[in-house]
T-cell receptor
Framework: AQTVTQSQPEMSVQEAETVTLSCTYD???????LFWYKQPPSRQMILVIR??????QNATENRFSVNFQKAAKSFSLKISDSQLGDAAMYFC???????FGAGTRLTVKP | GAVVSQHPSWVICKSGTSVKIECRSL??????MFWYRQFPKQSLMLMAT?????????EQGVEKDKFLINHASLTLSTLTVTSAHPEDSSFYIC?????????????FGNGTRLTVT
């Protein structure tokens, strides 16, 4: 079975600074997708970024980028120029089977 | 973008009654829908995967007879909590994917907060 691990229950960042959220996963599959979702207090799940395992290039979406290390089964999310609106729960997810990590609560300090 | 509508957004029911939650894909055909449960300050726990026209696949530990899932059309899946008890109180979320799954991104409903008294 696939497992997804987020080892940082909470993270804090100063506004305009950069923060990295960690995620590791375990799978025996060779082709899969990884995702980062954001869940603000409204509890609506919002897709932040996704990575296809067969692509070596790290995905980037504006201020959000990933560091995907397939051999190490690591998939971290970097948020640059953090904004107050980035404060939320962030979940790493493994597509096949749709496994979610435990989540990281990100606080952005003004 | 693709929209998934989940209804109701909240419901209160008495112990022993059944509650139905609907998940609709409004502008795309959802070949697969997922149902999750989320406890306060916790992650989403996958309960079951449903494919249109076939029986749902339940995750280990999820009672099939308590959580009935029907995916009768390409735009609608329902989750029925039967004989609800207070311990079934939780936040339930659905998500849907289109025919290009697994290449399609997931589209989530806004969730349903169930309170069983």
């Amino acid at each position: 079975a696939q497992t997804v691990t987020q080892s940082q229950p909470e993270m804090s960042v100063q506004e305009a600074e950069t923060v990295t959220l960690s995620c590791t996963y375990d799978t025996s599959e060779s082709d899969y997708y990884l995702f980062w979702y954001k869940q603000p207090p409204s509890r609506q799940m919002i897709l932040v970024i996704r990575q296809e395992a067969y692509k070596q290039q790290n995905a980037t979406e504006n201020r959000f980028s990933v560091n995907f290390q397939k051999a190490a089964k690591s998939f971290s999310l970097k948020i640059s120029d953090s904004q107050l609106g980035d404060a939320a729960m962030y979940f790493c997810a493994y597509r096949m089977g749709m496994r979610f990590g435990a989540g990281t609560r990100l606080t952005v300090k003004p | 973008g693709a929209v998934v509508s989940q209804h109701p957004s909240w419901v209160i029911c008495k112990s022993g009654t059944s509650v139905k939650i609907e998940c609709r894909s409004l502008d795309f055909q959802a070949t697969t829908m997922f149902w999750y449960r989320q406890f306060p300050k916790q992650s989403l726990m996958l309960m079951a995967t449903s494919n249109e026209g076939s029986k749902a696949t339940y995750e280990q530990g999820v009672e099939k007879d308590k959580f009935l899932i029907n995916h009768a059309s390409l735009t609608l899946s329902t989750l029925t909590v039967t004989s609800a008890h207070p311990e079934d109180s939780s936040f339930y979320i659905c998500s849907a994917v289109g025919y290009r799954f697994p290449n399609s991104p997931l589209h989530f409903g806004n969730g349903t907060r169930l309170t069983v008294t």
